[in-house]
């Protein structure tokens, strides 16, 4: 997946959280429904991140960015800021 492509796709996740939100308040989903596709969401994002984290730091270090690979979401969650 190229840099385009991962922010595409993080925009399209964050669209969707505040659309989401907003069904909540209407009263469309339940807080539990919001919750866990949250979490999803949150999750998704984070592997994007990440990626284009990964991506910029081999094309700086003179690597190629396509060897970039997304990470399994238990190990991009357990990440320490």
Do not use: F
Not at 15 to 33: F, I, K, Y
């Amino acid at each position: 997946m190229r840099d385009d492509e991962i922010l595409t796709r993080i925009s399209a996740l964050v669209t969707e959280e505040h659309e989401l939100r907003d069904r909540l308040s209407a009263g469309q989903v339940t807080s539990d429904q919001e919750h866990a596709r949250i979490k999803e969401l949150e999750t998704a994002l984070d592997q994007c991140w990440d990626l284009l984290r990964q991506r910029r730091a081999r094309r700086s270090a003179g690597d190629d960015p396509d060897g970039a690979a997304a990470r399994p979401a238990g190990e991009v969650e357990n990440y320490r800021q």
